[in-house]
């Protein structure tokens, strides 16, 4: 029910919403969906990672450093998926050796190294510049350019991505990722080679960040460096613990609300960084688990106000 | 006499500042059910976490039905037809019964890396009905782990073990925490899944009560060493074994 409505909303969002706001809430979606490819790693298999950003920037840099070859963009998002993967694939071989807090600062490590690349090879990554004026074309004589056929294209590439997601959750797979999140060690005591598995993790989250990264380029129209920085690694995680981390739709609830809020205060002052911190820290004290518990808090609200209810004694109708 | 399903040989194992484990040498022939016996800081934990791959030994082999399996990680050891139940139970706490079990049983079916079906689809879910049923625990399914006593604690481990369907299953301390009720349930339960399955068990525990109830035969640890193995009428009757450990014991 709940997904039938979301899937009729963001398809008729376009005709009820003026062209202008468009930007802003395709980039809630795009943001919704990086959110969950950090949480299937940080709530569903226990890495913590502080460098997805890494992934996100791959994915915005081979849009833009593919730009001058004019690939059709369906192309070049493909590409950026897998380069997303291959490189999760290595590095994740290496630093999945460490586990705990140590790959925790190997993942910011390789974040800042990567970062750092962009002023080292600034004749291709146009450092500072970054790399402006990529285009959309035309895919099958469909004009991408215009905001409204790129809110549907956008919206078919994150629905694979979810639909991906939604299956890994529901598969044997993200059973045993969940086992190992609990619990690692013991986990190799049921047979799992622990280390694929996260690994797997791994890439899985690698490439769908590269997924998100790609369809940000191509929605900005310019690849820049802050979408290799630490920041753009923090903000899905406090997405994430704002809409409950270890569950399924949360992190994308997250992201609405994140980038909602900064947008608001945004505009109404220079300190919005000091009210963002100050939200998170009320989510964190008065809704550990997130937005996503609310409907069941409020279902025990409900409960425990009709059983005060019925315990108190009964008044004459008047 | 038939070739041992596990065959230590001179396995010494120390800790920082902890000779834990001194030239142990045993075998535990195919289908016996085998306790281990000692005082605390004897070694039992260590010697089940040398033969199930948790801790490497600094010397020795350990060998499972003639291969050698020294300082393999503890997956493969599982694999290999090993399972083993902790001392202080580990679950996995955010999961429920159910899905623990199920978790074991997938590993053990080699469905657990697919990621194209789902796991309410999985034909392994049958059997973890079966086994929750057999270790009492049905209509704890949809618990969470975290929450259950230390005894359902130690019952479901001795499922998530039976579901990974083993030649060889390590017990550590099976018993302890449970009430003098859930002791004899659980006792029952080894006795029967023991005759039943062909099991080989090795078990450690502190009550002798148990330990006499069930074990072929007992090896006796002091201080990382072997002190003795024999049947339980021998152990009974040695005058080195109760000093050092079934002195104040009622036998
Ligand atoms: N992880 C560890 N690190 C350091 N020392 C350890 C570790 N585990 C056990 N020891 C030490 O090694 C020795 C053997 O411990 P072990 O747990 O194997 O004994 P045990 O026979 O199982 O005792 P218990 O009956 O209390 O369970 C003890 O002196 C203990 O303090
Ligand atoms: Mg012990």
């Given amino acids: 029910m709940f997904l039938i409505a979301l899937i009729v909303l963001l398809l008729v969002v376009p005709q009820i919403l003026p062209r202008g706001q468009l930007f802003f809430w395709q980039r809630v979606l795009i943001f919704a969906v990086y959110a969950m490819s950090v949480a299937l790693l940080v709530g569903f298999t226990g890495l913590i990672s502080f460098g997805q950003a890494a992934y996100f920037g791959i994915g915005a840099y081979t849009i833009g450093l593919l730009l001058p070859l004019k690939l059709a963009a369906p192309i070049t998002v493909v590409l950026a998926i897998i380069a997303g993967a291959v490189v999760a694939l290595i590095v994740g071989a290496i630093i999945l050796r460490a586990s705990g807090l140590a790959f925790g600062m190997l993942t910011l490590a390789f974040g800042q190294a990567l970062y750092q690349l962009t002023f080292v090879f600034k004749d291709i990554t146009g450092g500072e510049n970054g790399i402006p004026g990529i285009l959309r074309g035309t895919v099958l004589g469909i004009n991408l350019g215009n905001p409204v056929t790129y809110w549907y294209f956008g919206l078919f590439w994150l629905a694979l991505g979810v639909g991906f997601l939604a299956l890994v959750h529901a598969s044997p797979f993200g059973h045993t990722l969940r086992v190992i999140r609990d619990d690692p060690k013991r986990a190799g005591f049921l047979g799992i080679p622990v280390f694929r598995y996260q690994l797997g993790s791994y890439v899985i989250a690698g490439a769908i960040g590269a997924l998100a990264g790609a369809l940000y380029a191509l929605l900005a129209g310019i690849v820049t460096q802050d979408m290799l920085y630490w920041t753009l690694s923090g903000d899905p995680l406090i997405m994430s613990l704002i809409g409950g981390l270890r569950t399924f739709w949360g992190p994308a609830a997250g992201a609405v609300l994140f980038i909602w809020v900064q947008d608001q205060l945004a505009r109404q002052t220079g300190a919005w960084i000091l009210y963002q911190g100050l939200t998170f820290l009320v989510f964190v004290l008065f809704l550990p688990e997130g937005l996503a518990s609310l409907p069941r808090r409020y279902q025990l609200w409900r409960a425990r106000r009709q059983a005060r209810a019925e315990a108190a004694p009964k008044r004459a109708p008047a | 006499m038939s070739l041992p399903l596990l065959r230590l040989a001179g396995i010494s194992k120390r800790y920082p500042g902890v000779q834990a484990l001194t030239d142990v040498s045993l075998d535990v022939p195919a289908g016996q059910l085998r306790a281990v016996i000692g005082p605390n800081g004897a070694g039992k934990?260590?010697?089940?976490?040398?033969?199930?791959?948790?801790?490497?030994?600094?010397?020795?082999?350990?060998?499972?039905?003639?291969?050698?399996?020294?300082?393999?990680?503890?997956?493969?050891?599982?694999?290999?037809?090993?399972?083993?139940?902790?001392?202080?139970?580990?679950?996995?706490?955010?999961?429920?019964?159910?899905?623990?079990?199920?978790?074991?049983?997938?590993?053990?079916?080699?469905?657990?890396?697919?990621?194209?079906?789902?796991?309410?689809?999985?034909?392994?879910?049958?059997?973890?009905?079966?086994?929750?049923?057999?270790?009492?625990?049905?209509?704890?399914?949809?618990?969470?782990?975290?929450?259950?006593?230390?005894?359902?604690?130690?019952?479901?481990?001795?499922?998530?073990?039976?579901?990974?369907?083993?030649?060889?299953?390590?017990?550590?301390?099976?018993?302890?925490?449970?009430?003098?009720?859930?002791?004899?349930?659980?006792?029952?339960?080894?006795?029967?899944?023991?005759?039943?399955?062909?099991?080989?068990?090795?078990?450690?525990?502190?009550?002798?009560?148990?330990?006499?109830?069930?074990?072929?035969?007992?090896?006796?640890?002091?201080?990382?060493?072997?002190?003795?193995?024999?049947?339980?009428?021998?152990?009974?009757?040695?005058?080195?074994?109760?000093?050092?450990?079934?002195?104040?014991?009622?036998?």
């Fill in chain 2, 45 to 251: 934990s260590t010697l089940f976490g040398v033969i199930s791959g948790e801790y490497p030994p600094e010397a020795g082999v350990v060998e499972l039905d003639g291969k050698n399996i020294t300082g393999w990680p503890p997956w493969k050891c599982v694999r290999l037809g090993m399972a083993r139940a902790f001392q202080v139970a580990k679950v996995f706490p955010r999961m429920t019964v159910y899905d623990n079990v199920l978790a074991a049983v997938m590993a053990r079916d080699g469905t657990s890396w697919q990621f194209w079906r789902l796991t309410s689809r999985v034909p392994g879910r049958k059997r973890v009905d079966g086994l929750l049923a057999e270790t009492g625990l049905l209509s704890l399914a949809e618990t969470p782990a975290a929450v259950l006593s230390q005894g359902d604690r130690k019952r479901l481990e001795i499922a998530i073990a039976l579901a990974l369907e083993p030649r060889l299953l390590l017990l550590d301390e099976p018993t302890a925490g449970m009430s003098p009720e859930e002791t004899h349930a659980t006792v029952e339960l080894i006795r029967q899944l023991w005759r039943e399955r062909g099991l080989t068990v090795m078990l450690t525990e502190h009550d002798m009560g148990v330990v006499f109830a069930l074990a072929e035969e007992i090896t006796v640890l002091h201080r990382g060493r072997i002190l003795c193995t024999g049947s339980p009428e021998e152990i009974r009757g040695r005058q080195d074994v109760r000093e050092v450990y079934l002195g104040d014991i009622e036998l």
